[in-house]
């Protein structure tokens, strides 16, 4: 008996010990370096026809308004880090910085970050924290949901899987280049299930998984904004919001996103076309003419931001 007692004590003793509480979601973010076919809503059902990257699409939540910040890889990967506005160049908070200051979120509330290039060899061993797994993956959709069904099968129902990409499969700085899937997944209620149509970008995701761990964070080192309203109740009303891109070649194209709009123009020599992209996906039909209070208004906004820069 006294044996049963000290090993039942002991037992409570490691428990109380151990830094990872069964309460402590850890999250794993998958970043394919480049997404294999082009994203539309309609591509949830290319992604349907794999049993596990079915599960996250049919049980989690699916942005369909989910941007690239750039379709330049190293532009894409800075924005990540470093929580750059849409890869636009208008901010001045273009530094390393702001993942420093998520880094240091985390560990403060006992999180551990872990970065990877491949899946190989993972859970690790060494796991005794809650963490952030961030991999980044050059994959196909047959690889990803192999991948994915490992990951499944390694998180708990308390986990956050995300998946997105850094790039579209297009060139330029085209929508098919720009747009990319964003799905949020857990086993629990979490994040509840549906669509959002909210517009969304690379530099949202660590405010959004921060409010996910209940992290808190300076909201003002970062522009990426917080989208968690969106995870928890995916039919919340989208916000209003602004999107630009800007090449960093001086003779390279300009866009600007405001929900159904989109305003471009090739070149600083260019003229500017508006269109609307729920009637023409294809951008064919400039209607700048039609809407000039919008036009007008559109180009305001980024003269603006430009000379707020200077």
Known sequence: MR????????????????????????VVLFLVETWPAEWTENGIKDLQSYPAL???TENGVVFTQAFTASPEGDLAKKSLVSGMHTGNLLSDNFSDKN?????????ENNYQLFNYSTISGWPDDNQDKPSVHIFRLDLDLMQLEKEMADALAATTENDLIVLTALSGPGTAYSESSLRVPLIFYTGNDKVKKGISRQAIHTADLFPTIADFLKIPYDANTTDGKSFYKNIKKPATLP???ILYWQSPDQNGPEILRYNQWK????NPGAEWQLFDMITDPEETDNVSAYHPGKFEKFQEWIGKNKAMRK
């Open 263 to 266: 305003m471009r123009r090739a």
């Open 99 to 107: 993942l420093d200051n998520f880094k240091n979120a985390l560990l």
């Open 239 to 241: 916000d209003d919001r």
């Open 54 to 56: 079915k599960k996250i």
């Open 3 to 26: 044996l049963l007692i000290l090993s039942f004590i002991s037992v409570l003793f490691f428990h109380a010990c151990s830094d990872k509480s069964s309460d402590d979601p850890s």
